[in-house]
């Protein structure tokens, strides 16, 4: 089973780098991917600002110790959880009300919230698997690149 996993992983990695090199997305002068906007970026900026004013004087703190309902990254610090999320946020291009209700950050109404734990084990298993290939990782920007559904190739 586990060697299925493998197999489908890195089947689905080399699906994806074959639709790279044949992409219609713009490239810079130097051949890579133009960078992504964000235009969610000032949006999460002033949603950040509200917890961190929130979470004063507990920014290094577990951030299992500090929020409610983590579940995923309960050792790093609350100021390094925030900072994922953003990344996060960038990343898929959305805001955090996309996984999030707006000051009830715990609430597990969003689909989207248990979503994101998912593939956060999904990238996290694929990780530990090329890392015994002694290939390189990926991220959520691998597959995301600034969208929320990452993009399919169509025949």
Same mark, same amino acid.
């Given at each position: 089973?586990?060697?299925?996993?493998?197999?489908?992983?890195?089947?689905?990695?080399?699906?994806?780098?074959?639709?790279?090199?044949?992409? &219609?997305?713009?490239?810079?002068?130097?051949?890579?991917?133009?960078?992504?906007?964000?235009?969610?970026?000032?949006?999460?900026?002033?949603?950040?600002?509200?917890?961190?004013?929130?979470?004063?004087?507990?920014? &290094?703190?577990?951030?299992?110790?500090?929020?409610?309902?983590?579940?995923?990254?309960?050792?790093?610090?609350?100021?390094?959880?925030?900072?994922?999320?953003?990344?996060?946020?960038?990343?898929?291009?959305?805001?955090?009300?996309?996984?999030?209700?707006? &000051?009830?950050?715990?609430?597990?109404?969003?689909?989207?919230?248990?979503?994101?734990?998912?593939?956060?084990?999904?990238?996290?298993?694929?990780?530990?698997?090329?890392?015994?290939?002694?290939?390189?990782?990926?991220?959520?920007?691998?597959?995301?690149?600034?969208?929320?559904?990452?993009?399919?190739?169509?025949?």
């Amino acid at each position: 089973m586990k060697a299925t996993r493998i197999f489908l992983c890195i089947a689905l990695l080399g699906l994806w780098l074959a639709d790279c090199s044949t992409s &219609n997305k713009p490239a810079s002068a130097t051949g890579t991917a133009a960078p992504v906007a964000d235009p969610l970026a000032a949006e999460r900026a002033k949603s950040m600002q509200r917890v961190r004013a929130y979470i004063a004087g507990k920014e &290094n703190m577990r951030a299992d110790s500090v929020f409610q309902n983590i579940q995923k990254l309960k050792t790093v610090t609350a100021d390094r959880l925030l900072g994922v999320m953003d990344t996060w946020g960038k990343v898929l291009g959305v805001g955090c009300d996309h996984c999030h209700v707006p &000051n009830e950050w715990a609430s597990e109404v969003k689909p989207e919230k248990a979503t994101t734990r998912q593939m956060y084990d999904l990238v996290k298993e694929i990780n530990a698997d090329l890392r015994k290939l002694d290939m390189d990782g990926i991220s959520c920007y691998t597959c995301h690149r600034g969208e929320v559904h990452p993009a399919r190739r169509v025949k």
